[in-house]
């Protein structure tokens, strides 16, 4: 199955729980600590998320979520991307549902308290 992307617009409420200032770089976010513009059905699935922000040319920021769903013993990660203009979050984000790239999915490590 190939990837399927699917572009989503944002509620406002969605787009007000988009803090607008954010450091570059990436982390590691609880799924506890993800902000609303996922659904609470998709953050109550997730284990954590790497979020990663990078800065445009033009005063904006790319912001990134690879979300992290532990399925039996396997990490399965969903990419999220979302624009941030200048002025305020794009109304539209995407996701990528069931893409076949190699390292989708991986085992869980040995020393995962999942597997113990």
């Known amino acids: 199955m190939a990837e399927m992307p699917s572009w989503i617009v944002l509620k ?3 787009q007000d ?7 570059p770089g990436w982390q590691i976010v609880p799924a ?3 902000p609303n513009i996922f659904p609470k059905s998709l953050r109550l699935k997730v284990d954590s998320a790497y979020q990663i922000v990078e800065p445009t040319s033009s005063g904006g920021m790319h912001l ?10 396997k990490v399965d990660i969903e990419p999220f991307g979302l624009a941030l203009h200048s002025t ?3 109304h539209e984000a995407v996701y990528i549902h069931h893409g076949q790239w190699d ?3 991986k085992p ?3 020393s995962s308290p999942r597997t113990s």
């Open 64 to 73: 990134a979520y690879s979300l992290n769903r532990i399925d039996n013993d």
């Open 103 to 105: 390292g989708r999915t």
């Open 12 to 14: 406002s409420s969605q």
């Open 88 to 90: 305020g979050p794009s």
């Open 108 to 110: 869980l490590p040995a």
């Open 32 to 34: 506890r600590a993800l």
């Open 17 to 23: 729980a988009v803090p607008l200032i954010w450091t």
